[in-house]
């Protein structure tokens, strides 16, 4: 273990929050990424825009529940700290049988939305999951990071491969 | 695009939810798993039952984020039913420098909890990367899918490789 | 005011649940019904399908928007009972200058569901005005009522007219 | 289709929010109004300030339903911003079988808070059905639109009729 | 430390929900009890039916919060199961400086309900503080306790002095 | 009743959040504190850190709850206004059969956030109770109170002793 990173640390390990009173207002934006894996049958359902599924159009309702996801971040991952967003986005790319989801992220506030961005992506993921598992139960998503975050304390840029 | 899946969407391709009203109430579960990758830096906190972070204890806050999570899958997943939830149960495993997660759970009800073991299973792997990400950017998630489901119409059974 | 109706009401007259708890389970039905009108450059953003709009999708979005909002009656309702729902469907017609739109809620459950009917329209009407507000901030909904309930105590039809 | 409000719509036309990042933050407000129906037997309840019913007292229920609900706003309308809230007022008058609800939204933002104000009416006025639905199913809303804002780019006025 | 509590706990001791999957759906019912403690400015304002604050109606926003309340008992309690409620009721009663609340839950379930009833009663007094807070900053709550559940493997009656 | 503070109630005595859009942005913290009474088969299981129970670790899995409780605080509580967090901080001593929870919320904000810190402290306890109800039901919750607030309109200390 070590021992630095555990200066800090009281001896009962408890759960708390970051205190982000004394940090500044600044612009902060990030942007993560993931990749859903399809089979044929669901991506032959693919018209050029959309993927057509019984439930309705996959993307479509995977992005806005990404959207919506991503604005209960702190009401799902228990140390984050509420704040105002100034923006939510979600694009999805489709080529062959793979999905390629990001979600960029932006706030103006005492810190980082890289877990809003996780957070939108995952649920668009999981959102393409429900629409499209009476054709493929094997959806498997991976590659689910951080791809960069800018605007707070330090930068981030992840490597172009994972 | 499939012709016979078609047969059923009408013209405008709207979202809807699957009419469950004529299905039978049975005992349902299922497991779902993810893979999260850590650097050296975040391995080296592990003090054999749990990754000790700044932010608290990092399985122990997964755990209960994946469960908390777990609940909230109709509110967050557009098209999924709201159901009474008989348990959840999550496992975190740690070797190398990979956390499995794994998240059981367990319905009385009309419709499968495919998504309930899903959402379980992400919202504590996004809780790791929340509690770690001080020490790693780079986090990722990957094989992220259904393991298997039992109960319902149909069971299913992934394959031992992702 | 009507005695009979009082005779139940304490001296304060404070807000209580109904108890259902010695009702029977039945399957239950609502469908409720909004008119939502918008000026004429909203209007001719109507593709056949769909209003296009910059903020993406305008039903698609308000059907997303009111089935996740149907789910979330029991908790917007003071005095609604949380209850499993077998099905959500919310339809969308476009005529002239009028979107009629409708919701059907199913549940097989001790109590109605006019509540989630009637809140699944709603949600799809204010999101209507919200994706559309920057072309005609004028939108108006009218009409908002309970078409017909069945399956508990007393069944009820609303007349052919508003 | 009017060619200039598609120029930046993208060829799928995904749902996406706003991004208000380089808007400045003033004050902002929003009035909204909605007029309920009743019948008499619903009327007749009226005790000079409130509609007494056996679920308890009908215009106070509604407006803390209204109230709490203009804060959920951001979770229920797929688009829209979370911000903070300096105020929400709602006030009903009751004439003859007419309810007229009006809330006015309050926010130090950089958006406006229409939507919060329409989503207050709203569910004040589907609480007000719901606490007298026993007397009355045929409860009808109608002229729900918005009836001011100020204080973003552009301020607006409805006309004194709907 | 007793040995024999502690059986079934594994070695990392990470939380869990119960799993009632094999438990039987039956009646349950459970009142909780607290005292809220006001100084003479906030008792003042009793009329007789209700306290009268600046920000309405004192017992009325209390009961109504605590049934709302008591139906995110699941979304607050980390291990706590979502089901469906039959009924809460609150009431609360004033007598010289003191008000008593109580909440009865009631469900008919895998299940008891001592949790919806303790929040109910919990977040009535919490609002009572809220609403009352400008006058009096010293209130105090105590005797937060389960008075009685009924329905399940066992019953329980409270003594009757806490 | 005092005359000066219903001068500006209106007849009806409706409902009302405090309009705070003139106040200023300041930092501000509130601490909250409850006392948690166990009987002799709980306090045995105190392994010098944490409560041991079936369920999990009892104080990790309370103030985990607790944060997130607080996070929930407008949602709760019909008046509260929604702001953004800086901190939530909860620490749980344990002497005797006694736990001492205490919750310290900061924000920078128009508003104070004594009832964050109250409900931070309320949920953490009722999470012990959950926790521990197997071993005693008999749980109670005394001595709720804010001890202290600091940063805006008027600063407020509580007397040592409840």
Redesign the interface.
Known sequence: ??PD??S??D???????????AKKVT?RTATAE?KVHVNE?VA????G??L??????V???A???G???A??T???????????????????EFEGRTATIQCTA?T???TGV??EA??GV??A???L???C?A?D??????????LE?AGGKSD?Q??PE?
């Open positions: 273990m070590n990173s555990l800090h640390i001896d009962a390990n408890r759960a708390s929050m970051v205190d982000v009173s612009a993931a049958a032959a359902q693919f018209d825009k959309d057509v599924s019984k439930k309705g159009p993307f479509q309702t992005i806005l529940a959207v919506m996801g604005k209960q702190s009401n799902l991952i228990p140390l984050c700290h509420p704040l105002p967003l100034d923006s939510i986005k979600i694009n999805i932006k103006t506030g005492k890289e877990m996780l957070t995952n649920i993921a999981l959102t999951y429900d629409m598992k054709l139960k094997g959806i498997t998503i991976t590659d689910l990071r951080l975050k981030y992840a490597d994972p």
